[in-house]
């Protein structure tokens, strides 16, 4: 099983940046997939999920980040991405995806501990 994130960067804010998550190993529609961040000296907080497909494609996302991100599936690929726009600095965090199985109560998601296997992480760095 693995979870590879890639796109991060330095970008000024403003900019917008695509993160991908590539997925193997495992029956990737049946999984929620979810992207996490964390910054320095802060614990780590779900910014964006979606659903299997089955279940409609829904989406969840952070109030911070609502407007200026998307979230969207490609099953055919096994890739997730996350279109980052109008950066800002506070939106700098290393940036984690995740996947967990699906099937529960959406809400439930939203904690970390519903998400079985884990990427290792790309680092976005928003400047002023």
């Known amino acids: 099983v693995q979870l590879v994130e890639s796109g991060g960067g330095l970008v000024q804010a403003g900019g917008s940046l695509r993160l991908s998550c590539a997925a193997s190993?495992?029956?990737?529609?049946?999984?929620?997939i979810g992207w996490f961040r964390q910054a320095p000296g802060k614990e780590r907080e779900g910014v964006s999920r979606?659903?299997?497909?089955?279940?409609?494609?829904?989406?969840y996302y952070l109030d911070s980040v609502k407007g200026r991100f998307t979230i969207s599936r490609d099953n055919a690929k096994n890739t997730v991405y996350l279109q980052m726009n109008s950066l800002k600095p506070e939106d700098t965090a290393v940036y984690y995806c995740?996947?967990?199985?699906?099937?529960?109560?959406?809400?439930?998601?939203?904690?970390?501990?519903?998400?079985?296997?884990w990427g290792q992480g790309t680092q976005v760095t928003v400047s002023s």
């Open positions: 190993g495992f029956t990737f529609d049946e999984y929620i």
């Open positions: 979606i659903s299997r497909s089955r279940s409609g494609g829904l989406t």
């Open positions: 995740a996947a967990g199985f699906g099937g529960r109560n959406w809400a439930r998601y939203q904690d970390e501990r519903m998400y079985d296997y």
